[in-house]
């Protein structure tokens, strides 16, 4: 695989690019697959996605740009399933993998989260194809504490993770933060995983002009109460409970409005009524939004007009809401966890706080929100910070991994 132009395959079980970030079991993994692919076919490169065919009404075949097709795969039944149940069709969504490549091959093949590098793994080998893993969340043990991440939604999936350390050609990390988890959890090779940076669109995700904003960030010049904005599917390792009884202990004049953007995901909203509850019990019904999934554009508006975004997250492998509000001039208070680290630079893009103690959330919030000349100062250095990572650089990293992984295989 020596040509300068790549034929790129990346396989995506269980949503869909198509999806809309925000709803379903789409989230960072969609936005990530998405303009990575993008970035790479604008560079010239050749991009297939493979994905589980979950409605009728979707064709086989979709063209989203030149050099970038989405291909569904009948495998299970044509509807959405909750995400455990994915591992029941991992060998029918293998079968028919094998069927498309042989038909018309790829130089490389680049998993997305396990079920898609189980589904690949016998099709690599069969093949002769390299294999690139990239995990998104690696599980942890069935009841660790949330601060361990995800637990494991259906029974093969530490085995399969595990093994795919070990198996896949290399394994591909958002963060530092993944590296080592990859390597402690999954004992997997240290000279077998690369870090490829994320980047953010940082034409969408802008600071506002102030004619724009001038209504929604009135605040600013003594007016109004100012926004905080929390971003992420509705569960429980987003830590959205945290912000929330963090907002509830700030004197009622000093409360800022809470806007929550995101919806539940397909196997529960157990968490969302959770949360609609605490807002009820602390009386911060008028202020606060529950604005569900929105579709990036509107999501980038609302995000800018924020005057501070939380992420109380337990863990992240990165975080990328936390770097869509530094390109949108938005400081950001996140946990002092995993890949947030890397996603903010305390002190200069926004704050790190450490624990569950929603007092010392509180404490942060309202010495930030009271110093307008340090938020304006914060945000400025934020979209800075996100300027220097494009997804046009995250794929030309990735082109160097794979090229890395077609001459080790
Ligand atoms: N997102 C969105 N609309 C929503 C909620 C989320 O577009 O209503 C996007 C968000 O902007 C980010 C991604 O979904 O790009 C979530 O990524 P993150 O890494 O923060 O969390 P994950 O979903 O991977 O746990």
New binding site residues.
């Given amino acids: 695989m020596t040509s300068a132009v790549l034929s790129i395959g990346f396989v995506m079980l269980h949503t869909s690019p198509l999806d809309?970030?925000?709803?379903k079991d789409?989230?960072?993994?969609?936005?990530?697959v998405r303009a990575q692919a993008e970035a790479l076919a604008q560079a010239g490169h050749r991009v297939r996605i493979f994905t589980r065919r979950s409605d009728e009404e979707t064709p086989a075949r979709v063209e989203l740009m030149p050099n970038l097709t989405v291909e569904l795969l009948d495998a299970g039944p044509a509807r959405l399933l909750a995400k455990g149940e994915h591992e029941r069709v991992m060998e029918d969504f293998s079968r028919l993998l094998a069927a498309a490549l042989a038909a018309d091959t790829v130089d490389v093949l680049h998993a997305e989260h396990w079920f898609s590098g189980i589904a690949a793994l016998p099709v690599a080998h069969e093949l002769g194809i390299p294999l690139a893993q990239s995990y998104?969340?690696i599980a942890a043990p069935p009841e660790s504490p949330l601060g361990d991440g995800e637990r494991p939604e259906s029974p093969g999936r530490l085995a399969g993770e595990a093994r795919l350390a070990h198996e896949a050609d290399l394994i591909i990390a958002v963060s530092e933060a993944e590296r080592e988890t990859v390597l402690a959890r999954l004992k997997g090779d240290p000279d077998r995983v690369r870090v490829v940076p994320l980047g953010v669109d940082t034409a969408l995700f802008r600071p506002c002009d102030t004619a724009e904003c001038d209504e929604q960030r009135d605040w600013l010049r003594g007016g109004g109460r100012p926004e905080v904005i929390l971003?992420?599917?509705l569960?429980p390792?987003?830590g959205f409970d945290l912000a929330i009884e963090a907002i509830a202990l700030l004197p009622q004049a000093e409360r800022p409005t809470l806007r929550i953007?995101?919806?539940s995901p397909p196997d529960g909203d157990e968490y969302a009524r959770a949360l609609h509850e605490s807002v009820v019990a602390h009386g911060m019904l008028t202020t606060t939004a529950f604005?569900?999934?929105?579709?990036?554009r509107e999501?980038a508006e609302r995000i800018r007009s924020a005057a501070l975004m939380l992420?109380p997250?337990h863990t992240?492998?990165?975080?990328?809401?936390?770097l869509?509000a530094a390109a949108s001039g938005v400081p950001v208070i996140a946990r002092d966890a995993g890949g947030l680290r890397e996603a903010v630079v305390a002190g200069e893009t926004g704050e790190l706080v450490a624990g569950d103690d929603p007092a010392v959330w509180a404490d942060t919030i309202s010495r930030m929100l009271a110093d307008t000349d340090g938020l304006k100062r914060m945000g400025s250095a934020a979209r800075r910070h996100a300027l220097q990572r494009s997804w046009q650089a995250s794929a030309d990293r990735l082109v160097e991994v794979y090229r890395e992984v077609a001459s080790r295989a």
């Fill in positions: 809309v970030p925000g709803t789409a989230g960072g993994m969609n936005v990530v998104h969340s971003v992420g599917r569960h390792l987003k953007v995101g919806a604005d569900g999934a929105l579709r990036r999501l992420v997250s992240e492998t990165f975080g990328l809401v936390a869509e």
